[in-house]
């Protein structure tokens, strides 16, 4: 398997699989994806526009309203928890 990554397209990360590795991944990619899975949805706890402007699921799924995602990033020493 090769993935190449716009940031670094001369620099392809590649990576090697058997047959027999086949259960194990699925357990890997079934526990990374558990959240998504079990439909968990929990937003950031320091909305930005640097990490949310992009995000699909803003418009339809995110508690945080737009004044929070399209801020500016906020101070790395101050932290705000939401509901």
């Given at each position: 398997?090769?993935?190449?990554?716009?940031?670094?397209?001369?620099?392809?990360?590649?990576?090697?699989?058997?047959?027999?590795?086949?259960?194990?991944?699925?357990?890997?990619?079934?526990?990374?994806?558990?959240?998504?899975?079990?439909?968990r949805f929990v937003p950031t706890a320091q909305p930005h526009?640097?990490?949310?402007?992009?995000?699909?699921?803003?418009?339809?799924?995110?508690?945080?309203?737009?004044?929070?995602?399209?801020?500016?990033?906020?101070?790395?020493h101050s932290v705000r928890s939401h509901t």
């Amino acid at each position: 398997m090769v993935h190449c990554y716009l940031e670094r397209p001369g620099e392809p990360a590649s990576a090697s699989f058997r047959a027999d590795d086949a259960v194990r991944l699925e357990a890997e990619l079934l526990e990374l994806a558990r959240g998504v899975v079990e439909g968990r949805f929990v937003p950031t706890a320091q909305p930005h526009r640097g990490l949310c402007a992009d995000c699909p699921g803003r418009p339809a799924l995110c508690s945080w309203t737009e004044e929070h995602t399209l801020a500016e990033p906020p101070d790395r020493h101050s932290v705000r928890s939401h509901t």
